[in-house]
């Protein structure tokens, strides 16, 4: 059989951000379903963490689950792991925000380690791991192991290798070929004997962290062990830029930041002018615009030339209007006092 393999959704991540989880669920709507369907993939196994807050999941976040498992992904054969991200407990499994998945009838929840034989294959369906200490942990040997774990020496994120969790050693005693959720790079390492340990990574990317990083989803044949990464196309992605040199073909629905060089600061009016040519090109939120410094130039710079209130006076200075230009400051400082009384 063939299986397509996810892990680390995050529905609800950046506090329910809608325009952040209608990118999620294009991934689903315009990319997922449509390719598994063609190529006839029938079950979806994910590797824990389909919501992000892990204690106070809102009703926001619950509905658009409930969406996307009971009328998106209705079709297909579905088995999670719980991850520690769907945990309320830190040291209990069983209070979970899946259990609600476990209700509809293509669902299948695990909120233990469980062995399954498919395809000929033993296979290992193993949840967050709430005591690494605890000597029963993969206590048998399997084809394959499915979990959400932290193993040591893995990219945790932005070249951060894990200082805890299992050893690769351990697992590789274990298990032939592991797949895994939890830390959002994907990576293969491959091993003597022809074992191996993959991370899947996040079917998108989720922070800045992530960005030029390749984000997706793989199709498994259970049976012969091959794999095929599919990469996906259609979900946010996080942009850098220089001005005045942005990558206009990577603006579009995408998150954009752009760094100003400090020989840049006294052209407000042109960086203006130049953010709002960006932003006609729809980007997914408003350009973010980054002040750049150089260590070289920093004895010379005085920052407070770099405040909001200096940078709106400048950019007045050289924007042309007939409007009083001295009630528009006015008005910019009523608003920028009350920000701040507030902040």
Known sequence: MKTALLADLHIGVKRDDLTYFESQRR?????????????????????????????SVTLHAINRVIDLFKNILNGFDIRIIVGNHDMFYNTDLGVNSLRILSLLPN????????????DGKKILFQP????????????????????HADIIGFDVGGGRPSEHGLLAANVLDHVY?????????????????????TYLG????????????????????????????????VSIRFTKHTYPNADRSLIAGNVVDLDIPPEYYDQIKKVSDYVNELEKLKPAYPVNINYLTEESEVDDLDTND??????????????NTKVDKKKIFDSFMELYNSYKEQA
């Open 107 to 118: 669902v299948k929840v695990y909120e233990k380690a469980v062995t399954e034989t498919i």
């Open 27 to 55: 991934f689903f709507t315009e990319q997922l379903v449509p390719e598994l369907n063609r190529k006839g993939v029938t079950d979806i196994w994910i590797l824990g963490d389909v919501f992000d807050t892990r204690n």
């Open 202 to 233: 996040a079917p998108y990317q989720i922070t800045r962290v992530d960005r030029d990083g390749q984000r997706g989803y793989y199709v498994l044949d259970v049976g012969t062990g091959d794999i095929e990464f599919v990469e996906n196309s």
């Open 306 to 319: 770099l405040n909001l209130v200096n940078l709106f006076t400048k950019y007045m200075e050289q924007y």
């Open 128 to 147: 967050w791991i709430v005591d690494y200490a605890d000597p029963n942990i993969l206590n048998g040997s399997w084809d394959y192991a499915f979990m």
């Open 177 to 197: 070929t592991t797949y895994t959720g939890h830390y959002h790079t994907k990576v293969t390492r491959n091993y003597e004997g022809g074992k191996s340990i």
